[in-house]
């Protein structure tokens, strides 16, 4: 059984930047795709970034594309979310999810078989 743990986020300043990370443990974690996700309140899941099994191929939806980056290590079970210059709508609840394949494709959430319990971020001032 496959768990996921996220951690890094917290409360930071317009423009600011935090670190996610998102730790394996249990079962495969090499083989499968990666994706981040966030919930704001009132608002439906949206899928946030995705990298490849081998870390070769990532994906990164409009609003946060050449602000956030994507990485894994996977001698470490881990990946990271970088988020650079963040903004008030960046606010929400971020969470890691496994996907069921190597690559990446569209944030369709039931294609990801596991999800970690998430991590707050706030973007205030």
């Known amino acids: 059984q496959l768990q996921l743990v996220e951690s890094g986020g917290g409360l930071v300043q317009p423009g600011g930047s935090l670190r996610l990370s998102c730790a394996a443990s249990g079962s495969t974690f090499d083989y499968h795709a990666i994706g981040w996700f966030r919930q704001a309140p009132g608002k439906e899941r949206e899928g946030v970034s995705c990298?490849?099994?081998?870390?070769?191929?990532?994906n990164y939806a409009p609003s946060v594309k050449g602000r956030f980056t994507i990485s894994r290590d996977n001698a470490k079970n881990t990946v990271y979310l970088q988020m650079n210059t963040l903004q008030l709508e960046d606010t929400a609840f971020y969470y890691c999810?496994?996907?069921?394949?190597?690559?990446?494709?569209?944030?369709?959430?039931?294609?990801?078989?596991?999800w970690g319990q998430g991590t707050q971020v706030t973007v205030s001032s």
């Open positions: 990298i490849s099994s081998s870390g070769g191929s990532t």
């Open positions: 999810a496994r996907h069921r394949s190597y690559h990446c494709s569209a944030y369709v959430t039931s294609e990801y078989d596991y």
